[in-house]
């Protein structure tokens, strides 16, 4: 069964807009990873942080983890068209990369 | 980074018949994992590919439907057996990076079943 759910399931807004999405997790975890999906296509990795970490940034990427809730944030600033596509998180329980996928946003960054 | 190669990238196959998906990688890499993601889904891992030993399933994804080689440190395939509409999904391959944390994805294989 999936770690953790999404929301939202869908967002849509308009270029230089910040879009948030959020991932809630079940189990204890090593790290919280986002990956972007665009089209149905393989994975790209975004961000790593660590489950003693609370908040990273990279470029226009910044994630906040909160492991008493048991939930993450990723927060896309200054948004552009070519953000669109599906973003999901997906934890580790150890160190190694077998990983637990949330169920997904898909962004829309309308120009 | 790992640079993986992952064939086909997408096929029509007929209900009842098999389907190999290839996954090559530049490097030499310890961990491989196979994902199923059904439209509209998110990924499923479907077992760890082990070099040298039998492939590590997932609860719900047996040996006789996915059978899985891992003949060396670079390569492994997934077997999608006697196929029905059900398994149209796209299959992805995926490999641990260096750090040990983080993965690298192939292109995925979009299976379409009819």
């Known amino acids: 069964s999936q770690q953790g759910e999404e929301d939202p399931q869908a967002l849509s807004i308009q270029e230089g807009e910040n879009a948030t999405m959020n991932c809630s997790y079940k189990t204890s975890i090593n790290n919280l990873q986002w990956y972007r999906q665009n089209s149905g296509r393989g994975l790209v990795h975004l961000i790593l942080i660590r489950s003693n970490e609370r908040e990273k940034h990279s470029g226009r990427l910044r994630v906040t983890l909160d492991t008493s809730k048991k939930s993450s944030s990723l927060l896309i600033t200054a948004s552009r068209a070519a953000d669109t596509a599906s973003y999901f998180c997906?934890?580790?329980?150890?160190?190694?990369?077998?990983?637990?996928f949330g169920e997904g946003t898909q962004l829309t960054v309308n120009p | 980074s790992a640079v993986i190669s992952q064939k086909p990238s997408r096929d029509i196959c007929q209900r009842g018949t098999s389907l190999t998906i290839q996954c090559q990688v530049d490097?030499?890499?310890?961990?491989m994992f196979w994902y199923r993601q059904q439209p509209g889904q998110s990924l499923t891992l479907i077992a760890t590919a082990n070099q040298g030993s039998e492939a590590t399933y997932e609860s719900g994804f047996v040996i006789d439907k996915f059978p899985i080689s891992r003949p060396n440190l670079t390569f492994s395939t997934l077997t999608v057996s006697n196929m029905s509409p059900e398994d149209s999904s796209i299959y992805l391959c995926s490999v641990e990076a260096l750090t040990g944390d983080s993965a690298f994805f192939g292109q995925g294989t979009r299976l379409t079943v009819v």
């Open positions: 490097s030499q890499v310890t961990m």
């Open positions: 997906a934890t580790s329980e150890t160190s190694g990369s077998r990983l637990t």
